[in-house]
């Protein structure tokens, strides 16, 4: 039995042992025992204290009296714009610079002979074979080289000028040589010409004057080339001495009203060539002759490349003095030169005004498929004479304004522009 001690005096360890045995023989067994000391009695509860009496609540605060506004301050004065600055003065262009000395002087005759091809040279000949008008021959090259020209024939000069054979003689073979200096070193450029002489006039100029009616058959429009078809007209007598002109081609009336009035001939007694192309030179002269143009009194082309002699000499000045065809640039009209749908365009209407004959708006006028290709001075002409019924399209409506046009097709076009004066 353990007695717990006292109350404030801690509590008591005590160790329990216990002897176990048997016999002889004998164990023990040790506990470590805590006994807690005796609690503390509670002391009295103390009497709670009396309340405090609550404070009386403080008077509230007078509010404050609303500050007075500021008084807002003037706004400032805009600054000054400031002044412009000056533009700056623009910067001096740099001076070119000077071309490179070539590394030799054999480079630079080189590359001149390269450059020196006959395009650089033709002017406004199509081939070195058919040269008919002044070839333009350059006297330097490029780099910095020196060229003088050589001819084996006087129907091309030294400074290109060329003089054609008259009518009915044999084309001249010329042999052109460039020789390309450069100091002491010189080279050698060959070309090999032909010059063409003049075309033949088969048979002269002969005013028009009336004779009796042609009359022939109706003849299909063939198509390659079509056509807005003409009513029938007068036709001077026509004895038809042309193989290539058959009565059942569709230009058989159109040549025959040409030729019966004087405005064609033919390119050989036996032979008209409607497909051939007509030349800026041979338009000015038919339409000389449509007016019945008085030419004897005509002073000396003023077209450096329209030789005296020339049948269409005379025509040319006369064509360019009443404002229906015009040189194309350096002095030169191009006599020889193809002239185009939209060109031949161009004059039909120009000689038009210049006759006093009115172009009728018979029909409307119908866009080609290829519109856009023809130029813009040419535009209002091919729509006046296609509403006229003086000009139409080829193939699949297109009016190939930059195709040429042939003898036939302006045969046609002035039987048509005949009836309407």
Known sequence: MATRPDSGSGDAIITLEAVISKGAFSENVVFSLTVIEEPEEPEEPEEPEEPEAPEEPEAPEEPEAPEEPETPEAPEAPEAPEAPEAPEAPEEPEEPEEPEEPESPITAIEADKIALTWDAIRGENISPDSVTSALVLPTSGLNGTTISWTSSSSAISETGAVARPQAGSEAVSVVLVAVISYGDFTDTKTFSLIVQPFAQISQPYQPYQPAPAYVSVPTPTPAAV?????????????????????????????????????????????????????????AAAVFARLNGAELANIAASTFVDVMPGEYYASPIEWANANGLAYGVGNGRFAPEAKLTRQDMAVIIKRYASFAGISLPSARPYQAFLDEIEIAEYAKEAVKDLYMAGIVSGRTGNTFDPKGYATRAEFAALLRRLSLLG
Do not use: C, Q
């Open 226 to 282: 079509v056509e807005v078809e003409a009513p029938r007209t007068e036709i001077s007598a026509f004895v038809n001495p042309f193989k290539d002109v058959k009565e059942n081609d569709w230009f058989y009336d159109d040549v025959a009203y040409a030729v019966s009035r004087g405005l064609f001939v033919g390119t050989s007694e036996s032979e008209f060539s409607p497909f051939l192309d007509v030349t800026r030179g041979m």
